[in-house]
């Protein structure tokens, strides 16, 4: 985006790309330049001008010929407050049926300019169709596009258009089409519009063929006369009849819409409607009519890169908050350790530390009725167990044996202690 100086008009700049050129300019850049010269029409973009920008000083380290240090080429176009897709996937928008009318009405109208005057648009979809706050949908990127002739039709490649909305006779390997291409992704718009989302989001071209096949029926000769003949199709063939069941999914859709949809996403290219006609459909001649653009509600700027930005920033924050969680847990209770129910208080004794004439501790539940006296854990009673070579019986459970054990293993290494528990014990015992 660019604001240009003498009327102080807002414009949109597209960078012609020529870090990897080596002899001269992108054939791409010249076919698009040529196509939109040619094209004048309220739903195409404009292309305003071409304009230069002067490259940065070179450095000692820089060659003659890094096409780093040449100036930028940029295509200026007019400026569009949004994209179909940034529009549709902002929150709470929900387009309205008038509404939808409104922008498949100008997208048909569009197309159907360049299809007369042979060119094939080959790659749209939302983020390619351009809206600005007076409701008017322009056709844009014509970086794929190519002339045609319905004389003599060329080979032409069948790697174009993105991927959700690429027709299956390009994913089964055919060089030779026309129009019909776009109104394929045309349909594919369409249905994304009534359905709140795409209906074909294939993450590879076998997959995508599948989705194709699951919605709109698998293709033979019957149903699409001469595909046998086109170069992939034995590859892709499926391996299970699989019926058309475009009605059935979208019963929901009204039944003039579905009957345009039905047109549009025809298997047979032949069969496939075309822009001009679509135009006529009763789609849109019955109530609710199209609405006027200028009658539609202004958003703020939305485009696809825009939305996306926000997602991305939207999840690394729910990352960054979980994992601030984790490193930094909430503690369970507030009490401390030693101060909660039920726990007993250990003794600190050491290898060389006397217990002779301290105070014996509390004991816990299971130590009533005992003798007071250093250390808490030996019982009145003789058992099997052995510590420190006697046998004896701990009361108070789990924690006054291990506390027991531990005073024993820590007398262990002092002669004299052991010899003052010993006698200590004994004379309990007997007493």
Not at 86 to 91: H, I, K, T, V
């Amino acid at each position: 985006m660019a604001r240009e100086i003498k009327t102080g008009e807002i414009v949109a700049l597209k960078k012609i790309r020529m870090d990897n050129e080596r002899e001269g300019f992108p054939i791409t850049a010249i076919r698009e330049i040529k196509i939109l010269k040619k094209l004048h029409h309220e739903n195409v973009i404009k292309l305003k001008e071409i304009v230069t920008s002067q490259g940065p000083e070179k450095d000692d380290l820089g060659k003659p010929d890094d096409n780093k240090y040449k100036g930028g080429i940029y295509m200026v176009f007019e400026y569009m407050d949004h994209d179909l897709t940034g529009l549709a996937d902002r929150p709470g928008i929900r387009f309205t049926v008038p509404q939808i009318k409104c922008y498949m009405r100008q997208l048909l109208t569009g197309l159907h300019y360049c299809h007369i005057n042979q060119v094939l648009h080959r790659d749209i979809k939302g983020s390619n169709l351009l809206i600005d706050n007076e409701g008017n949908l322009k056709l844009a990127d014509f970086g794929l596009a190519r002339s045609f002739s319905n004389e003599h039709q060329s080979n032409l490649t069948n790697r174009v258009i993105t991927l959700w909305y690429r027709p299956p006779e390009l994913l089964l390997g055919s060089t030779k089409y026309g129009p019909a291409v776009d109104m394929w992704s045309v349909g594919c718009i369409f249905a994304e519009l009534l359905h709140g989302k795409p209906i074909f989001p294939g993450k590879d071209e076998p997959e995508q063929l599948n989705k194709i096949f699951e919605l709109c029926g698998a293709p033979d000769e019957v149903n699409w006369p001469g595909v046998s003949k086109i170069p992939w199709y034995n590859n892709f063939k499926p391996t299970r009849p699989m019926k058309r069941r475009l009605r059935e999914v979208f019963r929901h859709f009204d039944r003039h819409a579905l009957e345009l949809l039905e047109r549009m996403l025809a298997l047979d290219p032949a069969q496939r409607i075309s822009a001009k006609d679509a135009l006529d459909a009763e789609y849109f001649w019955t109530d609710p009519p199209p609405c006027d653009p200028k009658s539609l509600p202004k958003y703020e700027s939305s485009h696809e890169f825009q939305t996306k930005k926000k997602r991305q920033q939207q999840r690394q924050h729910e990352e960054n908050a979980k994992r601030q969680k984790l490193q930094h847990p909430q503690p369970h209770s507030r009490l401390p350790p030693i101060q909660q129910s039920g726990a007993r208080p250990q003794m600190r004794t050491g290898p060389n530390q006397s217990m002779h004439g301290s105070q014996p501790p509390v004991t816990g539940p299971g130590h009533y009725g005992r003798p007071r006296g250093p250390p808490v854990g030996p019982g009145r009673y003789p058992s099997s167990g052995t510590s420190g070579g006697y046998n004896h019986q701990s009361h108070g459970g789990q924690g006054g044996r291990r506390l027991w054990q531990r005073s024993i293993s820590s007398t262990r290494t002092s002669p004299t202690l052991s010899f003052r528990w010993h006698a200590w014990w004994c004379s309990t015992w007997w007493r």
